[in-house]
């Protein structure tokens, strides 16, 4: 996990839910495209992504509700 408790790496995202990197970058492609909802990150160490957990945790909320919509 990255060295701050409340972010979270691509890595950290894909372990805790089970996503691979390829779904998260797709996510993050389409948010910056506006089809999307995935949330910005904000940028750490080396310009490398980093996410606020609470972000990503409504953000997979959001994600549920909506399958269960569909479902």
Do not use: V
């Not at 996503?19 to 910056?32: A, G, H, N, V």
């Amino acid at each position: 996990m990255s060295k701050s408790a409340g972010l979270l790496s691509i890595q950290d995202i894909c372990q805790f839910y089970g996503l691979s990197e390829q779904t998260i970058r797709r996510r993050i492609k389409e948010s910056r495209e506006g089809t999307g909802s995935f949330p910005k990150p904000i940028f750490g160490y080396g310009r490398k992504g980093l996410w606020h957990r609470e972000d990503i945790e409504n953000w997979k909320e959001t994600e549920q509700e909506q399958s269960g919509r569909e479902g």
